[in-house]
Each structure stands twice: as structure tokens, then as C-alpha cells.
T-cell receptor, first 113, second 109 residues
Framework: DGGITQSPKYLFRKEGQNVTLSCEQN?????MYWYRQDPGQGLRLIYY???????QKGDIAEGYSVSREKKESFPLTVTSAQKNPTAFYLC????????????FGPGTRLTVT | LAKTTQPISMDSYEGQEVNITCSHN???????ITWYQQFPSQGPRFIIQ???TKVTNEVASLFIPADRKSSTLSLPRVSLSDTAVYYC??????????FGTGTQLKVEL
């Protein structure tokens, strides 16, 4: 059963702690993405990766970090430097350059108090 | 990337056809028009994509006039389960997608 998995669904952390969100895909897609969504807003791009061991900053990369050591995995770390980390985080993947359909995971809702 | 403008919200009743229009005056020659649907607390789902004229699939139709400065997503005979946010995106040759705030469609009985 192919798709994108994100875990956990809900995550709670104390302010000042780093937290890592998991994203795994078994679609054999080259490109992977991380978005952030705040209530009533559209999605904003945090980071994206077009191939293994390479990634680029999106529109709101400050306070976040990523790695792409394997094609299937693109974890996102929300660092303590991120001023407003509470949000809904979505991971997506796409098969390659020229293909426009991105496949999204179910999302992780992060709450930092 | 071209900026898009779409209504913030729309209301409809079950069984009606819903048309959501998106303006994209600065669309470039190589850009496509893509629509996504998002339910609460879920990731967006691709609905349809087109370049010009009309595209139809099992869930929707997309109408694009000759000047391509706007497009209309048409949902035939909507049901309660079509209540969602619909995003219009302009997708160029790169890997980035830019989501606006979308159109909140509410379908009632």
C-alpha cells in the first residue's frame, strides 16, 4: 500500500525543546517537501529536497532543519529558535521534475507550550 | 510564480453545480493551472490540472479561457462530502508549489 506516512499525528512539547517530525514515503519519489499550515491559512513551504543529500530552503525556513540521507525519508526538526512552532505540519512528495502532482501525508499537529 | 485570487468562501446545496473561479493575470507561457482539495486536519489532495480549454476527470472539470488569465473549477452535483477548502495554484517548471488561502466551500442539505 503506497503512500506517505507522518508520525506522530499529535505531538506536544515544552518551549525550548527541539522536536523531530517523521516523514516516510514508499512511492519512490525523488522530491519531498515540508509545509506548515496555521489556522485558516494556506500552506507555506519550509524546506524541500529534490534528491538525496540535497535540500533547499523554502519561504519560512528559519528555526527549522532537515536532512535527506535516504530517498524514503525526510525528517523535519523544529528547533527552539522557531518563535511560533505550534502549527499543522504537512509532508509531501513528487515523482520528479515536470510532474506537478504532490502527494501529501496525513500531517502532524505540533503544540508547544 | 503568478499570484492567484479566488473567493474566500462559497455556499451551495447538495445536488447543485459549483463553479469556483480563480484569477491569475500574470500566468506565464509554461505555467499550468492546478487545483487541490483539503479537508480539515488532512493534507491537500490533487483534483485536476490543465493548460488551456477544458479538462475533465471523474470528479471535476476545469475551464480555461484562451487568454489563460483565469480558470474555473466546476464540481457537478456537489454533496455534503465536498465541503472543503479548494486551492488554485499556478505550477511552473520548478518544484515549488505556492498555496494561497483557498476557497472554503460549504455544502448544505
Amino acid at each position: 500500500d503506497g503512500g506517505i506516512t507522518q508520525s506522530p499525528k499529535y505531538l506536544f512539547r515544552k518551549e525550548g525543546q527541539n522536536v523531530t517530525l517523521s516523514c516516510e514515503q514508499n512511492l519512490n519519489h525523488d522530491a519531498m517537501y515540508w509545509y506548515r499550515q496555521d489556522p485558516g491559512q494556506g500552506l507555506r513551504l519550509i524546506y524541500y529536497s529534490q534528491i538525496v543529500n540535497d535540500f533547499q530552503k523554502g519561504d519560512i525556513a528559519e528555526g527549522y532543519s532537515v536532512s535527506r540521507e535516504k530517498k524514503e525519508s525526510f525528517p523535519l526538526t523544529v528547533t527552539s529558535a522557531q518563535k511560533n512552532p505550534t502549527a499543522f505540519y504537512l509532508c509531501a512528495s513528487k515523482s520528479g521534475h515536470g510532474a506537478y502532482e504532490q502527494y501529501f501525508g496525513p500531517g502532524t499537529r505540533l503544540t508547544v507550550t | 510564480l503568478a499570484k492567484t485570487t479566488q473567493p474566500i468562501s462559497m455556499d451551495s446545496y447538495e445536488g447543485q453545480e459549483v463553479n469556483i473561479t480563480c484569477s491569475h493575470n500574470n500566468i506565464a507561457t509554461n505555467d499550468y493551472i492546478t487545483w487541490y482539495q483539503q479537508f480539515p486536519s488532512q493534507g491537500p489532495r490533487f483534483i485536476i490540472q490543465g493548460y488551456k480549454t477544458k479538462v475533465t476527470n471523474e470528479v471535476a472539470s476545469l475551464f480555461i479561457p484562451a487568454d489563460r488569465k483565469s480558470s474555473t473549477l466546476s464540481l457537478p452535483r456537489v454533496s455534503l462530502s465536498d465541503t472543503a477548502v479548494y486551492y488554485c495554484l499556478i505550477t511552473g517548471g520548478g518544484n515549488k508549489l505556492t498555496f494561497g488561502t483557498g476557497t472554503q466551500l460549504k455544502v448544505e442539505l
